[in-house]
């Protein structure tokens, strides 16, 4: 058995907080895409499928952005969470969040590469003991 992504559009690892009006909780959103973000927590603090929400990313060097939203899973057993879908953005502000992701590429290829001169430099000080 395989698994058909369903995504429209591609998601990117990262770490940004995030508050989730409905519970009175701030968490952190594990990656994100145009279209939506999945949140890893604990089973206790899950939203109903199908429940809308209103969530507010807090993006560095930007600041916050409010987004209605619609939790469409709750992961795997291996990584429960919520799959949210976004609906909507308050105010006008997806044109800034899509600015925001479109830069997610490099931030990919910049940690990729960092990942990559690390490995480097550790390996080099382990062959010259």
């Known amino acids: 058995m395989f698994l058909v992504d369903r995504r429209r559009s591609p998601r990117y690892c990262c770490q940004l907080p995030v508050y989730i009006d409905e519970k009175n909780l701030s968490l952190y959103l594990c990656d994100l895409s145009l279209t939506g973000c999945f949140i890893e927590t604990l089973p206790k603090n899950l939203i109903p499928i199908g429940k809308k929400i209103t969530l507010i990313i807090s993006l560095p060097c930007v600041g916050p952005i409010p987004i209605e939203g619609i939790v469409r899973h709750h992961g795997t057993p291996d990584r429960v ?49």
């Open 81 to 129: 969470g919520m799959g949210i879908e976004f609906l909507r953005f308050h105010d006008g502000l997806h044109r800034v969040y899509a600015k925001f992701v479109k830069i997610l590429p490099i931030l990919e290829e910049a940690r990729n590469l960092y990942q990559e001169i690390a490995d480097k430099s550790i390996n080099a000080g382990n062959s010259s003991s």
